[in-house]
């Protein structure tokens, strides 16, 4: 189901960007000027084609599993961004204003990521500055993910338990940067930082570690605040 939370009432609401094509982007910064005066310049242009900033993450933490992420240092900054459509972004991407601006972008940062659509997950507009994002891209150990799908059944009681909110749950077509493309990508949170000690002081925490480490084959887990959140 998509959806959105707009008050606290818990009134579920149609998701505006149902249909959106999505980009996950971690980004390293290496000319935080340029990388500024190229944000400037792109936002008339990528707006055209319905593009728009959901979440950017300010990641506190990471763990690269496996070769899958090479030699990957934490980005400064994960940029969750929609278009209208992939023609849309592929539209933009050839759009010869954005070709004058393009050399911006590649002077000022490194990127790597994924594009893809939507399957699931719930969208709550209310208070985020607590929250503790947690952004997977999950690889699977088996081919049609019938591992990951028992490790999602199995941990479900205990996910409600915890806490954790599944936001976007995205399904890859593309990939970018020095990356594999990932079996899925999601967006999680708990409310509060703080929440994650007792979720891993949860009897089955153990149980459900496990399930996972044998779903997945490879991993990128990022966790993170919101640093600016799009509430339209």
């Known amino acids: ?21 999505f980009q996950v982007v971690m980004i390293w910064i290496k000319d935080p000027g340029k990388f500024q005066d190229y944000g400037q310049k792109v936002s008339p242009i990528v707006a055209k084609y319905g593009g728009n900033a959901e979440r950017i993450i300010s990641p506190v933490e990471s763990f690269y599993g496996g ?17 209208d459509s992939k023609e849309a972004y592929e539209a933009f991407e050839r759009d010869p204003e954005f070709l004058k601006i393009k050399h911006l972008r590649t002077e000022s940062i490194e990127m790597a990521g994924i594009g893809g659509t939507v399957l699931g997950g719930e969208l709550n507009l209310q208070e985020v500055a607590n929250r503790l994002y947690m952004i997977e891209f999950a ?5 049609e993910g019938k591992k990951y799908k028992k490790y999602e ?14 936001e976007r749950i995205l399904h890859p077509d593309t990939k970018f940067g020095d990356i594999d493309l990932p079996d899925l990508v999601s967006i999680k949170y708990i409310e509060k930082a703080e929440h994650k000690a007792k979720m891993e002081a949860d009897k089955d925490h153990p149980k459900v570690e496990k399930l996972y480490g044998e779903a997945i084959r490879d991993l990128i887990w990022i966790e993170g605040r919101a640093a600016f959140v799009n509430l339209k």
């Open 1 to 21: 189901m998509l959806a959105v939370v707009a008050k606290a009432s818990e009134t579920l609401l149609p998701d505006p960007v149902q249909g959106k094509y």
């Open 67 to 83: 070769t899958t992420a090479k030699e990957f240092e934490a980005p400064h900054m994960v940029n969750i961004v929609y278009y």
């Open 153 to 166: 059944q199995k941990a479900r009681l205990f996910s409600e338990r915890s806490g954790l909110h599944k």
């Open 139 to 143: 690889y699977f150990s088996d081919e």
